[in-house]
T-cell receptor, first 113, second 115 residues
Framework: DQQVKQNSPSLSVQEGRISILNCDYT??????FLWYKKYPAEGPTFLIS?????DKNEDGRFTVFLNKSAKHLSLHIVPSQPGDSAVYFC????????????FGKGTKLTVNP | DVKVTQSSRYLVKRTGEKVFLECVQD?????MFWYRQDPGLGLRLIYF???????EKGDIPEGYSVSREKKERFSLILESASTNQTSMYLC??????????????FGPGTRLTVL
């Protein structure tokens, strides 16, 4: 049962344009969401997070939006830069019962110069 | 900066061998984690530890064990390596908080191949 879904395995955008990475979840007990970025041959690095009590969180060029009714979150990167080319993982944490962190399968973003 | 280091970047072992993967963090974090990453499957939690000598099973603990004798070091042990354990292994650490699964800092990973 895949509770966190990143339905697009890859995404390609032009430098300077907006990148939108999407994540859907099924478990209504998720209360906190994180995005990680991973370059080849490196471990993931934390990018940005959002609590379920918010619908938006912004950090520089990165903004995460949460739509709880749709069980959907998205990461916006504006403007996109070639250095943003990486695999992006969405992760969601449960708060009830046994605490868990569930990762999506990742979306590979390519930003073309 | 938090630094999480893993003993090997690449490792090749034979089926049946006992394999040790070592992870060290230098930021005095209480929580440490071991994940494996496989194509098309994302990151899956094997084990985590929230204190010295404490451990809890993650989602896929079968075939693995762990050891945490010191706060900064968390070892993953494959008692008898099998080919289906060929994978990228990622260690992570995080600060103690009300929740265990907050922002985690990852090491560079160990790509293990079992022949």
């Amino acid at each position: 049962d895949q509770q966190v879904k990143q339905n697009s395995p890859s995404l390609s955008v032009q430098e300077g344009r907006i990148s939108i990475l999407n994540c859907d979840y099924t478990n209504s007990m998720f209360d906190y969401f994180l995005w990680y970025k991973k370059y080849p041959a490196e471990g993931p690095t934390f990018l940005i997070s959002i609590s379920s009590i918010k619908d938006k969180n912004e950090d520089g060029r990165f903004t995460v939006f949460l739509n709880k009714s749709a069980k959907h979150l998205s990461l916006h990167i504006v403007p996109s830069q070639p250095g943003d080319s990486a695999v992006y993982f969405c992760a969601a944490r449960t708060q009830g019962g046994s605490e868990k962190l569930v990762f999506g399968k990742g979306t590979k973003l390519t930003v073309n110069p | 900066d938090v630094k999480v280091t893993q003993s090997s970047r690449y490792l090749v072992k034979r089926t049946g061998e006992k394999v040790f993967l070592e992870c060290v963090q230098d930021m005095d974090h209480e929580n440490m984690f071991w994940y494996r990453q496989d194509p098309g499957l994302g990151l899956r939690l094997i084990y985590f530890s929230y204190d010295v000598k404490m451990k809890e099973k993650g989602d896929i603990p079968e075939g693995y064990s762990v050891s945490r004798e010191k706060k900064e070091r968390f070892s993953l042990i494959l008692e008898s390596a099998s080919t289906n354990q060929t994978s990228m292994y990622l260690c992570a650490s995080s600060l103690k908080g009300y929740f265990r699964f907050n922002e985690q800092f990852f090491g560079p990973g160990t790509r293990l191949t079992v022949l």
